[in-house]
Nanobody, 118 residues
Framework: QVQLVESGGGLVQAGGSLRLSCVASGIIFPFNRMGWYRQAPGKQRELVAG???????NYADSVKGRFTISRDNAKNTVYLQMRSLKPEDTAVYYC????????????WGQGTQVTVSS
């Protein structure tokens, strides 16, 4: 059974940094693609960043230059380094696996709350 477990969320002041981690278990081979999505209250879930097994990345325009996605295939782990955080980054962040650049995969983590205070 595939499981994605996120960690690293929390409360931070505007301008601060956080690093999210997501560990995948129950798989034999690394997922071709993993990504991070977020959902703020009253808004739809949106893609934040994605990364292929080869390391090709894509980002939402709103986080380009501030967030960095990376992965360690040997550890089945994907990371999201978030810098220069803004109050509008406040959301529940979800790890996702198995999708492509346009469509999320079927596997989701439970979510981790990121709150940025002004």
């Amino acid at each position: 059974q595939v499981q994605l477990v996120e960690s690293g969320g929390g409360l931070v002041q505007a301008g601060g940094s956080l690093r999210l981690s997501c560990v995948a278990s129950g798989i034999i081979f690394p997922f071709n693609r993993m990504g991070w999505y977020r959902q703020a209250p009253g808004k739809q879930r949106e893609l934040v960043a994605g990364i292929s097994i080869g390391g090709t990345t894509n980002y939402a325009d709103s986080v380009k230059g501030r967030f960095t996605i990376s992965r360690d295939n040997a550890k089945n782990t994907v990371y999201l380094q978030m810098r220069s955080l803004k109050p509008e980054d406040t959301a529940v962040y979800y790890c996702n696996a198995g999708g492509n650049r346009s469509v999320p995969g079927e596997h989701w983590g439970q979510g981790t709350q990121v709150t940025v205070s002004s």
